[in-house]
């Protein structure tokens, strides 16, 4: 729901802004910038020091209005990744479908430094959604019978947060950035976890099968300020 | 009038996807395989502490996914014998696929611990010291295993029908305890012995090196010096007991500072353990975050790349208190590695009363 509601009002703020564009024949008073920020490949190329620490946001796709006047902007910033990860390890094999999705909004303002270079800062608010399911199978031949068990586990992980962003960008032309940027974010994730087990042992000696099922559900809540160096990079273009 | 219909389009395509990415996810396309437990008769020798069954309870026990929250890992999923019970990845993943906070390190040799054999230094920054209290934390660690409940772990077990006969030979009940449970996986883990490289045999007089292992020797040992903290000459096992936490100039700024983390003493930020050479061409990456991915790359960074922190061991520093630069050539890397290839045992890896006993027919 509160996605739902984010999307809208991310909508509404887009067309609001670019309904706010004037005709052609007077002056532009905002500018209008669409960019992916590539965040992973960047690391893979340039590692800093070699820290192997993963990037959560692997991508982002931006859009930023800002004055012409002043340089005060709005930026919005929507990301999503999936996997599927499928291990056979023997007894248990399991199957992963992942999909995480983060954004983020905030405010700020650019200021230009020479004729190529443009810094700014703002202030960010970040979301992350993140759904694992998890299915796990095994089934064992004791003997005297089979145990088998089927299990699902759903972690559901909700994490808000805000803080600082910094940036640094160089005009390559007129209508195209590139830069990078740094943020320091404070977040408060909760996770919930259910896990469904259904165990089924079936016993050759007297002939009888018993069924079993377990569900469990679990609730942990963390906070962390996560201070990410400058090994963002993305590409923007104005409109 | 463009402009917007670009953008709404790409922020429309980006949600609408998620959402039917997440309606997809509902259906599992894995099928069961059928394991059968493969047991000897008579159960194998361990040589070790513990009786014999309690060794095969925790082989079980190593082994099963059952051990986990959601059924999807095991110890072994991470400790794979091929690779000498360590793993082929940075940071391994959890039940719930989270990546571990560092690198799976090998399990070979490892000392018991407790009162009688002193301080064990487990993991990385070495917090545990006492092996069967060791092996839970992973069970219950919440990236790990998940299973924070430890007596719900014991529940678990006893629903599954296989356990009664081997808890019954181990301990002559079939009652279980997490302290039973604890025992066997500890009497198995300590069981992991190597002492059959070409190296041991080497130094036994049984085996010779060539002429570029004997190269890497020299180098390793009186050139670089590299044995004054890895003693794979003077401690037989090659598993340091003393000073075994340094720190080797990784970073300028650790964004993991290792046993700082624990004593809470700057003096300790990135010192982390001296980790036993034994079998390390199977154990990579390398380092606690698995940054280097061969040994080339760890000697390269001894060549030229140890970084100036205030922790950096003595042994790493020029009398100007600087880092050292070893400047090894291509050629003698060449030869050290050639030389640390003298460590890997082969029986150890394949030898079945290690391996798993969930079978696939």
């Known amino acids: 729901m509160r996605l739902k509601l984010f999307c809208g009002a991310m909508l509404s703020a887009i067309a609001f802004f670019t309904t706010a564009q004037t005709p052609v024949d007077k002056p532009e008073k905002f500018n209008h910038y669409g960019g992916v920020q590539i965040n992973q490949l960047l690391k893979q190329i ?20 800002s004055t012409v006047k002043g340089g005060w902007n709005l930026h919005m ?42 810094a700014g800062y703002g202030l960010d608010y970040t979301a992350e959604h993140k759904v694992d399911k ?8 004791f003997g005297n019978g089979i145990d088998s068990s089927a299990t699902t586990s759903t972690s559901k992980t ?50 009888t099968t ?21 090994v963002a990079i993305f590409l923007l273009l104005k409109f | 009038m463009k402009t917007k219909l670009l953008i709404i389009a790409v922020v429309t395509t980006a949600v609408v996807g998620n959402f039917i990415s997440c309606k997809k996810e509902d259906s599992a396309s894995i099928k069961p395989t059928t394991a059968y437990l493969d047991l000897p008769a008579i159960a194998y020798n361990y040589s070790g502490q513990f009786p014999n069954e309690v060794a095969t309870l925790g ?30 990845v940075a940071f391994s993943r959890g039940f719930e696929n989270h990546l571990a906070l560092r690198n799976t390190l090998p399990i070979q040799n490892i000392p018991m611990g407790g009162p009688f054999f002193g301080p064990a230094n487990l993991f990385w920054d070495g917090r545990a010291q006492f092996l069967p209290a ?58 992991i012995f190597s002492n059959k490289t070409r190296f041991d045999r080497y130094m036994m007089g049984q085996a010779s090196l060539s002429a570029i292992e004997q190269q890497g020797k020299d180098l390793f040992s009186n050139k670089y010096n590299c044995n004054g903290c890895h003693h794979v000459e003077q401690s037989f096992f090659g598993y340091p007991t003393d000073s075994s936490f340094i720190n080797i100039g990784l970073d300028v700024n650790y964004s993991d500072n290792g046993v700082g983390l624990i004593t809470g003493n700057p ?13 390390v061409a199977l154990t990579a990456p390398y380092m606690h975050d698995g940054r280097f991915a061969t040994l080339d790359e760890v000697l390269e960074h001894y060549s030229h790349g140890i970084a100036n922190h205030p922790n950096l061991d003595s042994r790493l520093k020029t009398p100007e208190n600087t880092p050292i630069a070893m400047n090894i050539s291509s050629q003698e890397k060449v030869a050290i590695v050639a030389f640390l290839n003298t460590f890997t045992d082969y029986s150890m890896i394949t030898d079945p009363k290690f391996s798993s006993p969930f079978k696939v027919r």
């Open chain 1, 46 to 65: 340039i590692n800093l020091n070699n820290n192997n620490a993963p990037i959560t946001n692997p991508y982002l796709l931006t859009y930023t209005i």
């Open chain 1, 134 to 141: 998890t299915f796990s199978t095994s089934v064992t031949n």
């Open chain 1, 158 to 207: 909700t994490s808000k947060g805000f803080g600082a962003q910094f940036t640094l960008s160089f005009h390559i032309s007129d209508r195209v950035l590139i830069g990078t940027e740094t943020t320091y974010y404070y977040a408060d994730a909760t996770q919930k976890l259910n896990v469904l087990i259904t165990e089924t042992v079936t016993n050759d000696f007297n002939n």
């Open chain 2, 134 to 191: 060791m092996v839970l934390m992973p069970i219950a660690n919440h990236i790990e295993m998940g299973m924070s409940d430890l007596n719900a772990l014991v529940e678990r077990l006893k629903g599954l029908p296989y356990y009664d006969n081997l808890f019954q030979e181990a301990y002559g009940s079939t009652e279980i305890t997490k302290d039973e449970v604890s025992t066997a996986l500890a009497a198995f883990t300590s069981s």
């Open chain 2, 59 to 88: 082989r079980v026990l190593f082994y099963d996914a059952h051990l986990s929250v959601n059924n999807a890992v095991a110890c072994g999923s991470c400790h794979k014998q091929a690779l000498a019970f360590s793993d082929n």
């Open chain 1, 210 to 230: 018993i069924v079993t099922t377990t569900n469990t559900n679990l609730e942990t809540e963390t906070s962390s300020f996560t201070f990410s160096v400058p």
């Open chain 1, 77 to 118: 910033g929507i990301g999503y990744d999936y996997k599927r990860i499928l291990d056979k390890n023997t007894p248990a094999n399991h199957e992963s479908k992942i999909s995480d999705l983060n954004y983020r909004v905030g405010v700020g303002q650019t200021v230009m430094f020479g004729k190529k270079f443009e």
């Open chain 2, 267 to 279: 003096a300790d930020n990135g010192k982390f353990r001296i980790p036993s050479l034994r079998n």
